[in-house]
């Protein structure tokens, strides 16, 4: 039946062995679904920085960045479970305080270079805006991953986790496909 052929493409995809591909689809599969939704979100909301047709450049360029972010994600958070094992209370505190601290500062200041150089900027470009944009995200980030990993570990039961950090990661990259393609106001 379907529901078995699923619980064995999940434990499948799910095994150490093929996690880091896993890995790799699934983020690079959420930003460009992100980057779809920000782009009609962008379309309904008009102003200057709506756009009449799909830009499917724009959505390639990040999940491509997807796909290769989640290769060090996927070492980071192996390393992470393998220095500090267990689940009490502080080690998944430190676990969450390493990964905002050491994971999202990198992984930010790689997002914010990387895309424009993707665009075909150059670097002086792509640090500047990588200067403009980085403070903000990696503020709004540190607002909200914390919370929803400490919600993940401490109160979620087991089954329900991996849903609820893919649900999470899927609307974080709608913002941070938005935000990183939003228009500064112009100034009248």
């Known amino acids: 039946s379907w529901q ?3 619980k064995r493409l999940l434990a499948a995809a799910y095994s ?3 996690l880091l591909a896993t890995n790799c689809a699934t983020a690079g599969s959420l930003f460009v679904l992100a980057d779809c939704a920000a782009q009609r979100i962008e379309t309904l909301a008009g102003g200057s920085s709506a756009i009449r047709a799909h830009d499917w450049r724009r959505s390639g360029r990040l999940g491509l960045i997807g796909l290769i972010g989640a290769v060090p994600a996927h070492y980071w958070y192996l390393t992470l479970d393998r ?5 009490t209370p502080g080690t998944m505190l430190a676990k969450i305080l390493l990964d905002q601290a050491v994971f999202g500062v990198c992984f930010n200041l790689a997002f914010f270079t990387a895309l424009p150089l993707m665009e075909g900027r150059s670097w002086r470009d792509s640090l500047y805006y990588c200067r403009d944009k980085f403070p903000t995200a ?3 980030e540190a607002c909200v991953w914390p919370a929803a ?4 570990f401490y109160w979620l039961p087991t089954r329900l986790r991996l849903f609820f950090v893919t649900g999470l990661a899927a609307v974080w990259d709608v913002f941070l496909s938005w935000y990183s393609h939003r228009s500064p106001p112009v100034e009248e």
């Open 83 to 87: 220095r500090l094992p267990g689940r």
């Open 4 to 6: 078995l052929a699923a």
């Open 16 to 18: 150490p062995r093929y």
């Open 149 to 152: 990993q400490a919600v993940n």
């Open 138 to 140: 990696l503020a709004v």
